[in-house]
């Protein structure tokens, strides 16, 4: 795992991911790319490496895309498609920002989105609960789904949090003075983690896994090109089920490279 991060960072500071995406669409271009990108480095890349650092970049584009499209499609059905590129974007910038993977704030930002139904809110939740997982020690996932219950009056799950507060008096608080008690309580814990030593290496396993997911994209659309494959749907009829044949096209791939 660390000489995967370390590669996929390697490699983001020579290479521009959405550049790679946009020009690596050829199996000469992307032999070219990595042979500069081993004499800017200095170093020497073995077919066995290339194929490794390319189907596990592969299989984290693949299971990124999944996640993507599960959001996207429970945005769709509240009737907010229309905002699914700024989601997106938000997602990635969220991401980079607090150190926490993309694919721990998407299912917790559906949460969120399903239960309050507004995207305002769901960002201002969102951001409440990083604080709240990063103070507090407790997963993301919790805390979001927490947040939600609590947002529709169920506030059972809000005692472990330790606010000063019976069971029965968060029955009756609203939820605009259950925030702020948790405001008081966590605010700013997020940032604070990324002063330390495990935050600063949190945001740069980050950036080292978007990195990575991005050039797994452009070493998917290389497969898709050695296939013939017009679009990934068409690709994964070509190629059996199951992410096994994925892996052996990848291989033919960054191998023969």
Same mark, same amino acid.
Do not use: C, W
């Given at each position: 795992?660390?000489?995967?991060?370390?590669?996929?960072?390697?490699?983001?500071?020579?290479?521009?991911?959405? &550049?790679?995406?946009?020009?690596?669409?050829?199996?000469?271009?992307?032999?070219?790319?990595?042979?500069?990108?081993?004499?800017?480095?200095?170093?020497?890349?073995?077919?066995?490496?290339?194929?490794?650092?390319?189907?596990?970049?592969?299989?984290?584009?693949?299971?990124?895309?999944?996640?993507?499209?599960?959001?996207?499609?429970?945005?769709? !059905?509240?009737?907010?498609?229309?905002?699914?590129?700024?989601?997106?974007?938000?997602?990635?910038? @969220?991401?980079?920002?607090?150190?926490?993977?993309?694919?721990?704030?998407?299912?917790?930002?559906?949460?969120?989105?399903?239960?309050?139904?507004?995207?305002?809110? $769901?960002?201002?939740?969102?951001?409440?609960?990083?604080?709240? $997982?990063?103070?507090?020690?407790?997963?993301?996932?919790?805390?979001?789904?927490?947040?939600? !219950?609590? *947002?529709?009056?169920?506030?059972?799950?809000?005692?472990?949090? !330790?606010?000063?507060?019976?069971?029965?008096? @968060?029955?009756?608080?609203?939820?605009?003075?259950?925030?702020?008690?948790?405001?008081?309580?966590?605010?700013?814990? !997020?940032?604070? *983690?990324?002063?330390? *030593?495990?935050?600063?290496?949190?945001?740069?396993?980050?950036?080292?896994?978007?990195?990575?997911?991005?050039?797994?994209?452009?070493?998917?659309? @290389?497969?898709?090109?050695?296939? &013939?494959?017009?679009?990934?749907?068409?690709?994964?009829?070509?190629?059996?089920?199951?992410?096994?044949?994925?892996?052996?096209?990848?291989?033919?791939?960054?191998?023969?490279?």
């Amino acid at each position: 795992m660390a000489q995967d991060v370390s590669l996929a960072l390697r490699i983001a500071t020579i290479l521009d991911a959405s &550049g790679l995406n946009k020009a690596d669409k050829s199996v000469k271009h992307f032999d070219k790319s990595i042979k500069k990108l081993g004499k800017t480095l200095g170093i020497t890349l073995s077919a066995a490496a290339i194929a490794n650092f390319g189907k596990k970049a592969a299989q984290a584009f693949i299971q990124d895309e999944k996640e993507a499209t599960r959001l996207a499609t429970a945005v769709k !059905n509240l009737g907010l498609g229309f905002a699914n590129p700024a989601i997106s974007s938000y997602i990635e910038r @969220l991401s980079l920002a607090s150190g926490v993977a993309d694919s721990e704030l998407r299912p917790a930002f559906q949460t969120l989105l399903t239960t309050t139904g507004s995207l305002t809110k $769901s960002q201002e939740l969102l951001a409440q609960a990083i604080d709240i $997982s990063a103070g507090s020690g407790i997963d993301l996932s919790t805390v979001s789904q927490d947040l939600a !219950n609590g *947002y529709i009056g169920i506030t059972k799950g809000l005692k472990k949090y !330790n606010l000063g507060l019976t069971q029965a008096e @968060l029955k009756s608080a609203s939820f605009n003075d259950i925030q702020t008690k948790l405001n008081k309580q966590f605010s700013g814990a !997020n940032a604070a *983690y990324l002063e330390t *030593y495990a935050g600063k290496i949190s945001l740069l396993g980050t950036a080292a896994g978007e990195a990575q997911e991005k050039i797994g994209q452009a070493v998917i659309d @290389l497969a898709m090109a050695f296939t &013939g494959s017009s679009n990934i749907e068409d690709f994964v009829s070509k190629i059996e089920s199951g992410t096994t044949r994925i892996v052996d096209i990848i291989d033919r791939i960054t191998t023969g490279i």
